[in-house]
């Protein structure tokens, strides 16, 4: 059972950062795609950044946080990092870990194709 542990949440204030943390239960590079999710209450699920590890690596961005969101993994530590800079109240959500081990044709922001999650982590932005 794969186990996966958010941590990094917190409340700031608007145009300031944030890092998420992920520590995976097995080596990151035992899933082909690892990262983020995010759900804001009454609101859909939604992809925030990804990883694809394999065909070399490849990180994917959802356009509401392209430019200020980096997301990085960690091999050593088995722990895959988002740094949120530039906060806006819009990012406030519960920030989900997400993992896939098979490897998987497109939909890579789409949460539907993840069997992974972690618990959760909140971060809350105030204007």
């Known amino acids: 059972q794969v186990q996966l542990v958010e941590s990094g949440g917190e409340s700031v204030e608007a145009g300031g950062s944030l890092r998420l943390s992920c520590v995976a239960s097995?080596?990151?590079?035992?899933?082909?795609?690892l990262g983020w999710f995010r759900q804001a209450p009454g609101k859909e699920r939604e992809g925030v950044a990804m990883?694809?590890?394999?065909?070399?690596?490849?990180?994917i961005y959802a356009t509401s946080v392209r430019g200020r969101f980096t997301i990085s993994q960690d091999a050593a530590k088995n722990t895959v990092y988002l740094q949120m800079d530039s906060l806006r109240p819009e990012d406030t959500a519960t920030y989900y870990c997400?993992?896939?081990?098979?490897?998987?044709?497109?939909?890579?922001?789409?949460?539907?194709?993840?069997?992974?999650w972690g618990q959760g982590t909140q971060v809350t932005v105030s204007s």
């Open positions: 997400a993992a896939r081990k098979d490897y998987l044709y497109g939909g890579v922001l789409s949460p539907a194709l993840y069997d992974n």
């Open positions: 097995e080596k990151v590079y035992s899933y082909s795609r």
């Open positions: 990883i694809l590890n394999h065909d070399g690596l490849q990180y």
